[in-house]
């Protein structure tokens, strides 16, 4: 790869050596000495930034003098100077789920570029892109040694035409590169062997060039290398695309919160129990839109794997990213993982010379601080709904209780502990007891509100962590030793991000007791994290659905949305490996694992969680002794070869993509077809309906679930006329190619709730003749008439994972505004990135205050002419009986290339036209 470094006005071009080379790199003393300012106390992951602008400071076009000394600013004014910037990550990284589409978009532009008379060579990533598959695997086997075989050849059939495509895109495109299924999750895998922390490449006059490792993905947990003090976030697939094209990144100097961690975790405790306690501070202190970036003495004990699980959760709580700056602990992790000698050097010296090295007094500038004593970190899940919904387990069950009665409208105040010992099937119920049972069909068994039917040893946040990996091998081995096993009804399962895990498992001689209880293998990928928990037993889901029961996952992920793990369970709890197993042992969320039995041995004699908890010595010994950098050399040898299966696939040279007209996964989507060579111009919405109105936190999992879904759905239907089987859907994740499942499945979530109806959950609306239907059919019915659409909605729309297809989807029902209370920063550029406007309420109005029912018609007003950046504009109320309201909007269109989106109808358009015109 060669990089076009810029003019360096102010000569911050220095020389470093290390290994025997002598390589260039951009000195942010050699800036300071320069006379652009005091850059020496700002954050190690500021300076990453500012060492981007000083690499490509072209006199302005993009990067200017000026953008630099705006950082030496911001530390003289307490951590903020919020001034726009154009930032250029190193890299791009993808999964499937969110690369598919943007490969097909690609392809599309290919398809575009010719018809505008182009070069389709000119559309190629022109920074590297690494696509992981990992979203696919579900768990359709599980418990047995099979699972892992059965469910490898499920995803190939289902997914073969995805896969055939990704390996074309790979032939065609330069810079891109995929790694096979069955590798290992995205995130764990960049941590492990792709990213480098300092990056080399040659620039335009072939000198080679260190600079930090710094890359944006397509998925939000991307934010889990800053681990490794490589710089990186989640952006919607719309925005990596533009950023792979290379688009620079239009951003705020953002403010940086430092989080100080001293002490040390006590016996018991784990990462995973630290980063609930994390999510939730940084939650209760609102740190959206900014770096969080930790330091104090506690990082001294604290081991990279534990950063990167807290790395991995920033989505979670809010910021942009949770930076950890290289030091010790940093070069340590890239040894034992495999990196070559050479590079660790380079890390080392590149990070001394720079300062962006973490030493004993590293103390910079923060915007704000917060700080944690490691001490005070006790056992711990989060839920029901909510990542952020912190409950110390020796809470958890009589929290549970709460729920179950707030959930069945149960007004109660018997302790949960009294109850709990009734076992599953209920015994004989409490006067007051809220909780429900239900047998179940064939079995000896009922279950009850609190029956845990999914446990899962899931999400790279976690399986990146061999402590807590090893931590729950050790607890499978000990209950194992006391003859303890799963209760019947709960799903089991295990899924690394990497097959080193496996490795050290087996090493450790750990994985047998895993099996023994039933987390046997099921695949290498996200499974249950993204949704893909498979099927339960049918007597299961039967029993659940008729005592309309609150049935429970446990699982090591980051996110518990509801409607997202499964659609038979309502309460989802995020817990450590160790704890996920423990709880598959109780079966019940109602047992308190602090105080009662986890289960009885052959005897009949209690066992208690503090009898099988391994030490954190025990676990410590062994992840020495079986964690090495053999392991990750052998594993990651052949990471872009995959097994036979991959091997096999088949695909054509073309430069262009011959897209299957029979094809159900894949499809030449709409957004550049009949295109004009020159943009258009932005107008005014007039009398547009309103598609749905939403409530708080609305997330892109509501706009776009990647889920599956049933024959009755839009996308089922559509699926069954092209003579699909149901057993074939796979997920609307899978299917993100096909543009026509994907519209079909926006705002299909079977949990969103629109309010223009009253006691109907799922995707509904009111069509044009005021008949509930699914959303898809009433916008179709609306565009038939040629009527705009807008979706209103509260606080943060479009919260949690970065999702394009919410953007996408939405522009392609035809709405042309979504008007919020408050929006999440992908969301809010992905819309903007599609074409569609994003509006906020103002002046303390909203949905509720303008008495909106769904009704009326909305016209938004002063957009067509001159429009600014955050431009205040008008919008009108046209009610029912004739009546009109004007409000305020604020129009979050915030910048002025986001203007030049818009008005192309999109950033794809905007590059299109511009490569179009260049060839
Ligand atoms: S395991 Fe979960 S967090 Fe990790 S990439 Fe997959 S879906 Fe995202």
New binding site residues.
């Given amino acids: 790869m060669t990089i076009q470094v810029g003019q360096d006005t102010a000569r911050t071009r220095r020389e470093i050596a290390s290994g025997g080379k002598t390589l260039a790199y951009y000195s942010i003393p050699a800036a300071q000495e320069a006379g652009l300012g005091d850059f020496s106390r700002l954050p190690a992951s500021l300076k990453v930034v500012l060492e981007n602008m000083l690499r490509f400071e072209d006199g302005g076009r993009t990067v200017s003098v000026d953008d630099i000394k705006a950082f030496a600013e911001w530390a003289t004014n307490g951590g903020r100077n919020p001034r726009e910037i154009a930032y250029r990550p190193a890299r791009v990284l993808m ?1 499937d789920f969110t690369g598919v589409p943007a490969v097909v978009d690609l392809a599309a532009m290919r398809d575009g570029i010719v018809a505008l008379g182009g070069d389709p060579k000119k559309i190629n990533p022109l920074n590297p892109v690494d696509l992981v598959i ?2 696919s695997v579900m768990i359709d086997e599980f418990g047995n040694p099979r699972a892992f075989r059965v469910n490898v050849e499920r995803e190939y059939e289902r997914n073969i035409e995805r896969y055939t495509f990704l390996k074309w895109g790979q032939k065609a495109f330069d810079n891109f590169r995929v790694v096979p299924p069955g590798t290992g ?4 895998v960049n941590l492990e062997y792709l990213a480098q922390t300092v990056w080399t490449d040659t620039d335009q006059n072939g000198v080679e060039v260190a600079y930090p490792d710094t890359l944006v993905g397509t ?3 991307t934010t ?1 290398i800053n681990g490794l003090a490589v710089l990186g976030w989640g952006v919607g697939g719309i925005e990596a695309e533009a950023a792979m094209l290379g688009q620079p990144i239009s951003m705020l100097i953002p403010e940086v919160v430092g989080f100080e961690l001293t002490g040390e975790m006590v016996e018991g405790a784990t990462a995973t129990d630290l980063v609930l306690k994390v999510v939730k501070m940084l939650r209760d202190k609102g740190v959206v839109g900014k770096f969080v970036e930790f330091f104090g003495e506690g990082l001294d004990r604290l081991p990279l794997a534990d950063r990167a699980t807290i790395a ?1 959760m920033a989505p979670e709580y809010g910021a942009t990213c949770g930076f950890f700056p290289i030091d010790d602990e940093t070069l340590r992790y890239l040894r034992v993982t495999g990196r070559s000698e050479e590079r660790i050097a380079l890390v080392e010296a590149y990070a001394k010379e720079n300062g962006l090295w973490r030493g004993p007094d590293y103390r910079p500038v923060y915007t704000d601080t917060l700080h944690l004593d490691m001490s005070e970190i006790v056992p711990a899940i989060s839920g029901p709904k909510r990542p952020q919904d912190y409950v110390p387990l020796d809470r958890a069950a009589e929290e549970f209780l709460q729920v179950v009665a707030d959930y069945r409208g149960v007004d109660m105040s018997l302790p949960a502990k009294d109850m709990a010992a009734e076992g599953p099937a209920g015994g004989a119920p409490a006067v007051i007891d809220p909780r429900k049972s239900q047998p179940v069909k064939g079995q000896d068994y009922a279950l009850r509100d609190g029956s845990i039917v999914i446990a899962s040893i ?4 976690n ?1 990146s962590n061999p402590y807590v990996m090893i931590g729950a091998g050790l607890v499978a081995r000990k209950a194992r030793e006391r003859g303890l096993t799963r209760k019947p009804w709960v799903k089991t399962s295990l ?1 690394p ?1 990497s097959q080193v895990v496996s490795e050290y498992l087996e090493a450790a001689g750990l994985q047998q007791d895993l099996d023994a209880l039933g987390f046997n293998l099921v695949g290498y ?3 249950t ?2 949704g893909n928990s498979g099927p339960i037993a049918p007597e299961l889901s039967e029993a659940i659905a008729e005592g309309e029961l609150m049935a429970v996952s446990v699982l090591s ?3 518990n949305f509801e409607g997202r793990i499964s659609p038979d369970v309502r309460a989802n709890y995020l817990a450590s490996p160790p704890l996920v197993v423990a709880y598959a042992i109780a079966g019940d969320m109602n047992v308190d694992l602090t105080r009662d039995p986890i289960g009885h041995d052959p005897e009949g004699k209690p066992v208690y969680l503090k009898d099988i908890w391994p030490s954190t010595q025990e676990i410590a010994e062994l992840v020495e002794k079986t964690v090495t950098r053999e392991a990750f050399q052998k594993k990651y040898a052949d990471v872009f070869k995959g097994d036979e299966k991959w091997q096999s696939v088949q695909t054509t040279d073309s430069l262009t993509y011959d897209w299957p007209p029979e094809s159900t996964y894949i499809r030449n989507p709409p957004y550049f077809q009949g295109m004009s060579p020159e943009p258009g111009v932005i107008s005014d919405v007039e009398g547009a309906r309103i598609l749905a109105i939403l409530g708080d936190m609305v997330t892109t999992d509501h706009i776009s679930p990647a889920g599956s879904f049933k024959p009755d759905t839009p996308a089922g239907k559509y699926l069954l006329e092209r003579g699909v089987q149901p057993r074939d859907f796979n997920s609307y994740g899978s299917r993100r190619g096909n543009h026509e499942v994907m519209m079909r499945g926006t705002f299909a979530n079977i949990r969103i709730r629109n309010e223009m109806l009253t006691g109907v959950e799922g995707g509904f609306t009111k069509g044009p003749d005021g008949q509930v239907v699914p959303i898809f059919d009433a916008a179709m019915a609306w565009k038939e008439r040629g009527v705009p659409l807008v979706v209103i909605a509260g606080e943060q729309y479009g919260a949690g ?1 970065s999702r394009d297809w919410a953007a996408k989807g939405t522009a392609l029902l035809g709405v042309k505004a979504v008007i919020a209370e408050s929006f999440e920063r992908i969301h809010r550029s992905n819309l903007v990135g599609m074409g569609v406007i994003p509006f906020e309420f103002m002046n303390g109005q909203n949905r509720k205050s303008l008495g909106l029912t769904g009704d009326e018609t909305i016209s938004i007003r002063g957009l067509a002419g001159d429009l600014r950046p955050q431009q205040t504009v008008k919008g009108v109320i046209g009610r029912p009986d004739g009546s009109t309201e004007e409000f305020d909007l604020r129009c979050r269109i915030d910048t002025e290339v986001e203007i030049d989106y818009v008005r192309n109808g999109g950033v794809l358009h905007y590059v299109l036209r511009g490569l179009a015109r260049a060839s």
């Fill in positions: 999964q990992d979203h999750i995205c995130h764990q998925d939000s947990h889990m991995n899931t999400s790279c946040t399986t899924a991000g990928g996200c499974t994290c993204i992920g980051n996110r994972s």
